[in-house]
């Protein structure tokens, strides 16, 4: 999961980024509106946190931009507390959502998982062969066998699960498993692909995670 916020008050973006790391999602923080509807325009991103004043280009004008060109992802408003009609004219301009500052993290976090349940990006039971992952739980499961997971190797094994049968990139697992100021020079993703092989494909028979050599990383299974 990879959450764009635009938020110019770096103390509520840092809080925001914190707390979202936290849970494993993978974050992008800008700090104005013109930056914000770049990497928004991309539709990397499966959930935007905007919030409406902002520099450059506030968060409403944003929001109408990006609609009309067609990028439908979630976007949750952040909006002064008395400003009654920015909510209004959020919502018009297409929002999906939106909280009023200052808002505990638990809120915040309920909000997102709301507009990712309405979204594509349902909380359903992740399955591939006899792997599975709940994410309400957040555990995986081989087998009959249950899988403690760290904050990013669930985030990792979560994006691989989405995209089976498909060649992920380092860049793109960077990508969506970290954010966009990651070095891709590091080898940070092949240390954590090995510590998800330890923990899923170690003691099965069958292995689920390949190396695509020279490219990156392919969930599937083996050929016969
Ligand atoms: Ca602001």
Avoid: C
């Amino acid at each position: 999961m990879r959450i764009l916020v635009v938020e110019d008050e770096k103390k509520v973006a840092g809080f925001i980024k914190r707390g979202l790391e936290e849970e494993s999602y993978a974050v992008d923080v800008v700090h104005d509106g013109e930056e914000g509807q770049d990497l928004a325009e991309s539709g990397e991103y499966d959930v935007i946190i905007l919030d409406v004043m902002l520099p450059k280009k506030d968060g409403i004008e944003l929001l109408k931009r990006i609609r009309d060109k067609g990028v439908n992802t979630p976007v949750l408003l952040l909006t002064a507390r008395d400003a009654v009609e920015d909510r209004v004219k959020g919502l018009d301009s297409g929002a999906d959502d939106y909280l009023t500052k200052p808002f505990a993290f638990e809120e915040l976090i309920a909000r997102l998982r709301a507009l990712m349940r309405r979204g594509t990006t349902e909380l359903t039971v992740l399955k591939f062969a006899d792997l599975s992952l709940d994410p309400a739980t957040r555990m995986a499961r081989r087998g009959d066998k249950d899988i403690d997971l760290t904050v990013k190797e669930y985030a990792l094994l979560e994006y691989l699960l989405r995209n089976p049968n498909r060649v992920l990139t380092r860049t793109m697992i960077a990508q969506h498993v970290w954010d966009y100021t990651f070095d891709s020079e590091t080898n940070v993703v092949d240390v954590y692909i090995n510590h998800l092989r330890n923990k899923v494909d170690k003691d099965a028979d069958e292995k689920l995670i390949h190396t695509v050599r020279g490219v990156g990383y392919i969930l599937r299974e083996e050929r016969e």
